[in-house]
Structures are given as C-alpha cells and as structure tokens.
C-alpha cells in the first residue's frame, strides 16, 4: 500500500498548506486508536521546536488525543532525541515531536514515537493513514472521558542530565572553548547549558527563535557563520546542531567543517579501542564517502550501508546488533543511549575523545582522506523518470564510465520534489563530468 501521508521521517510539509490544524487533529485521533491497548489511563507526551506553526499544530494534536481519551503532557521546545527518551523514561503510550527538522519555518512536521522510544514501523504508521481516511466521529471519547492536558517544566532538565551521564563521571570539559551553533531550534536552551555544567567555556550561538528564524544561515546545513565564530573566538571547537537537534556537524579550530563520516570514524575507532563495539564495525547510508569505508577496511572493522534515511539505519542496527551508525548529514545514532540521531551526545562523545587524546580537534577528527564527492539536485515536476527505460540505459552507460573505483547513487528525496545524485571516486573531474552528465538526462526527462 503506497504511502499518502508518511514519508522518510514522519508527516512533514508547508506549515497551513500539507501540515494543518485540521490534519492534526486527525493524525492525534488515528495515533491514539492506534496506540490504545487496554482499559488503562493512556498518556501522549508531545515536544516541538521553535516554528511559529508549532503553537497550531501543538494545541491540533492535543484536541485530537483528548478527544480519544488520552491524556496529553507538553514539553515545549526540546530536541527530538530528547522526546524519544522522555517517552520511554516516562512510560507514555506514544510520543510526538512537532518539527520539520532542518528546514526552514516555512515547513513543519509530525514525527511519532512508540512507547519504547523508537520511531514507528511502516506497519504501525499505514494502520495510522487507514484512518486517516476514515470518519472516526464514533469511535470518540464519552464526555467523561475526554483527556486532560498539563505542561511539564522540568523536561529540559531531564534531557540535559541523561545527556551528561552519557559521559564518565570523572571526565570534564574544563579547559575547552566551545561555539555552540543551536540554529535557533530546538537546542538553544539544552545544549549551551549541558556543556556548561560539564565545566566547558561555552559561547553560543542561534538561540534567540522568534518563530522564524531557525535554521536560518545557522546550524548544521549553514556552518559559514559557525566557522566564522569559532576562529574568531580561537575556540576549540565549533558545534552545530539542527533545528531540531537530532543531527551534528563540528568545526575544528581552524574553521574546517567536519561531517558525520569523520565523526562516525572518530567513535567507532574510540569504542573499538575500548572495546564498547557490540559488532565490529558500525551501520552508515550509500551516501557515506568510500573514503570511511576504506578506512574502517584497514582496521579491521566493516560499513553496513542501507537506504537514506536514519530510520533505516536504525533498523539494520537493530537486526544486526550495531551500536554505532549514522549519515553523513550527522545524524548520529548510538543505541547505547538514544533510539534515535543525538546531535548533542554525539558530539560529547568526540569531545570525551578529545579531552582523553589532548590533541587539537583538526588531528582527531582527520581520519580519513574523503574521495572527491559530488552531490546535485534535479527538481521535478512529479514525473518519474528514472522509471523510464531510456533514462535508465543512459545512466548505466554513464555509471560504468567511472569503473570499480567509484560510485553513483541517484535517489528521490523523501522530502522535497527533486532527485538527488551523488557520485565519488578518485578522479573529481571524471566524478563532475559523471553527475553533470546524469543530471541533463534526468532534467531532460523530467
């Protein structure tokens, strides 16, 4: 059954156009017939970012689970991955995180959680879209059964200790200059105080949201004011978080951005090192540069790769037993800890490996060459036309072009209307050529 509402990371599109009041309303209703087992008090907790939209989506969903008979507990502004853990720490039936992730405010999301703090299988979530499309005015609590809802004021506090004891008791940040870049998100209260508590200077910046400024020239998809700020201050370190604080990217003290492939190398290698691996090696997408695969080749270790996307991730990690993996954008997932991407706790752990190592962050975090890589959009008219035989035989006789060395990866985005294409190898004008290439045909098509 093809999916209408749910894409790669929940309900997400333009905020009063997709993502309505109207539309929430029911996706609380469906959730929480869904979710209903037994004849006890069911509870929701619901977070969000920092969107204008998030009040209406917010104050939708919780007339749509009240209206069920479920009880609705609020967190305000908190990170995604703080949301999957509050879910399962406070034994709620589902959870929600009102977000769009990184984009811009325009857009808003629904992204939902099982009581045990994962997100949800394709299974549970078409059970869901089936009601969707029904009229579920019978199926409506009793009058003395419509649901209560309260805020809850220490959420925020809750997340910034799980994420500290993520750390060794005896290890502190003392000594380290860190730019926090929150994007005016979810984090901009949660992560400069984490890093404070655990001895860090810390200057920060994006967390002033006025509802339409997150992820604006800030965070993990704009680190230029980030890189601009860390060799201003001589910091140490540079972080940026997204809007929603569930992906990562650093800056070393030089200004260089460093992606979610060298972070993924440095807590592997640390953990390997320490002997925390539950399998020898860790779980990453195809678009992760050969480089990293290379390189975990030479210890020893192997790369699993799945489709884009981290629940994907998450699900082989899960079957295989992995405990490390992630994207290179920086979603990073350390199921020791979090059941979904942490961009906070993954940056503490290569901040532990930087402080156990005393090492500049431009030596720690180098351990690999990446392979020239090579990504570019084709908007689209909502054709296919990668289902077009000519198109198809076009790009094999491109892709062959680059050999054994190399790699072409083209995939519709599971959020904008554009194909994306990626290529890499160790020749970066045969890997531009390719991509130019393959995209005219592509555009041609579409």
């Not at 730019?179 to 994006?206: F, H, T």
């Not at 045969?430 to 041609?444: E, F, W």
């Amino acid at each position: 059954m093809a999916r209408k509402y749910f894409g790669t990371d929940g309900i997400r599109g333009r905020a009063n156009a997709k993502i309505t009041p109207e539309l929430a309303l029911k996706v609380g209703q469906a959730a929480g017939l869904v979710f209903k087992r037994g004849e006890h008090r069911h509870r929701v907790l619901i977070g969000k970012d920092t969107r204008l939209s998030g009040y209406m989506i917010e104050y939708a969903l919780v007339a749509g689970f009240t209206s069920i008979g479920m009880d609705v507990m609020l967190t305000g502004p908190i990170p995604t991955p703080g949301m999957a853990m509050l879910t399962r720490s406070m034994r709620c039936d589902i959870g929600v995180m009102i977000s769009a992730s990184h984009n811009a405010y325009e857009d808003n999301g629904i992204k939902l959680f099982g009581p045990d703090g994962y997100k949800l299988s394709d299974a549970v979530e078409l059970a869901i879209e089936e009601l969707l499309e029904k009229d579920l005015s019978s199926r409506l609590a009793a009058s003395g059964q419509i649901g209560r809802a309260r805020r809850i004021d220490d959420a925020q506090a809750r997340y910034i200790e799980f994420a500290k004891r993520t750390l060794p008791r005896n290890l502190e940040l003392d000594g380290l200059r860190i730019v926090i870049d929150c994007a005016n998100g979810a984090g901009y209260k949660v992560a400069p105080q984490a890093l404070w508590e655990l001895g860090a200077e810390v200057i920060p910046m994006g967390i002033e949201p006025d509802g339409f400024n997150i992820n604006r020239d800030l965070g993990s998809t704009a680190p230029h004011a980030l890189q601009q700020k860390v060799r201003e201050m001589r910091a140490d370190i540079g972080i940026a978080l997204d809007g929603d604080a569930d992906r990562v990217i650093l800056v070393d003290e030089k200004g260089q951005v460093v992606d979610g492939d060298q972070l993924m190398a440095v807590i592997t290698e640390s953990w390997h090192q320490d002997g925390r691996l539950t399998k020898p090696g860790l779980v990453a997408t195809i678009m992760s540069n050969l480089g990293l695969e290379r390189h975990l080749e030479g210890l020893g270790l192997s790369l699993a790769r799945t489709s884009v996307g981290d629940r994907y991730v998450l699900e082989h990690m899960r079957e295989q037993g992995f405990n490390v993996g992630g994207e290179q954008s920086g979603h990073i997932i350390l199921s020791d800890y979090s059941t979904t991407g942490d961009g906070l706790i993954a940056a503490l752990q290569v901040l532990a490996v930087v402080q156990k190592e005393g090492r500049p962050v431009s030596e720690i975090c180098r351990r690999f060459d990446p392979l020239p890589q090579i990504l570019k959009n084709v908007k689209t008219t909502g054709g296919q036309p990668l289902k077009d035989a000519g198109v198809s035989a076009a790009i094999e006789k491109i892709r062959a072009s680059l050999g054994k060395g190399g790699r072409l990866v083209i995939r519709p985005s599971g959020t904008e209307p554009v194909i994306r294409v990626m290529a890499e190898g160790d020749d970066r004008d045969l890997v531009a050529r390719v991509v130019d290439d393959v995209c005219a045909v592509i555009a041609k098509a579409a």
